[in-house]
């Protein structure tokens, strides 16, 4: 899936993406909980989307700051509900428009794992950085959607978008010089209503990626919902898992 794909996709979901993204609200409080209670001087935001993230740091930018809220969509942006103090910013943040060492603090949830090459754009992102300042990041890892792989693969209907597995994330930041981190795996589970319901959910919050040629004939649909729900029902719903890797740390002051 190309990045065009991937901002066509977003702008669509603009207007629907809050009112489903139950995990990725979860994602964000989780990942503010691990930002500092204050933020001075220049912060960026890489994926702000709907403003999930922004509305719980930009409040924290002292007085004189600039808080900038970048995403690849414009849709998204126009729809996003963020504090006056935040600049909007319609950018790839794979090449994000800014200057090495422009900014204090980096963040980012439910965004990097999009990145085609994150080894190369994680690594330039960093370089926005000022020495002494920080980051706190989080994404998706394999496993995300587990069940809706599972039952794809069980009856050839649909496919999940390939996510990148923890340790390759581990192993990038390993080799990453000059720079002190950290990093978390959790988990999140959520239940829908029905299969149906948990369809109508990812397509709302941009989630619609298949690779390859469709198969969307009413058959194989027919049998992709029965499996899903025989196989991982919940009490009246079905659940979806979702598999995050959480990253902070800082670029060091160099030494005198």
């Not at 403003?51 to 808080?67: N, Q, S």
């Not at 469709?214 to 025989?230: C, M, Q």
């Amino acid at each position: 899936m190309t990045t065009a794909d991937i901002r066509r996709r977003f702008d669509r979901a603009g207007g629907s993406y809050e009112a489903v993204a139950v995990v990725q609200d979860r994602v964000a409080e989780g990942l503010a909980g691990l930002c500092p209670q204050r933020l001075t001087g220049r912060v960026l935001e890489i994926g702000a989307g709907s403003g999930l993230l922004t509305r719980r740091l930009a409040p924290r930018l002292a007085a004189g700051g600039c808080y900038v809220a970048l995403d690849l969509s414009p849709g998204m942006l126009a729809h996003a509900a963020m504090p006056q103090n935040v600049r909007r910013l319609a950018a790839n943040g794979e090449v994000a428009p800014f200057a090495p060492a422009t900014f204090d603090f980096l963040a980012s949830a439910s965004a990097m794992h999009w990145y085609a090459d994150p080894a190369a754009s994680l690594a330039a992102n960093l370089r926005l950085l000022r020495p002494g300042a920080g980051f706190a990041l989080a994404f998706y890892v394999a496993g995300t959607l587990g069940e809706l792989e599972e039952a794809s693969q069980a009856t050839g209907f649909g496919s999940v978008y390939p996510m990148r597995p923890a340790a390759y994330y581990r192993e990038l930041f390993a080799s990453l010089p000059g720079i002190d981190w950290r990093m978390e795996e959790t988990r999140h589970t959520v239940v829908h209503d029905s299969v149906r319901a948990l369809l109508k959910s990812l397509k709302g919050a941009g989630v619609t990626h298949t690779a390859g040629r469709r198969v969307a004939s009413p058959g194989r649909y027919r049998d992709f919902v029965r499996s899903y729900a025989a196989r991982f029902g919940v009490g009246q719903g079905v659940a979806a898992s979702y598999h995050v890797v959480t990253a902070t740390g800082s670029r060091p002051t160099s030494p005198a």
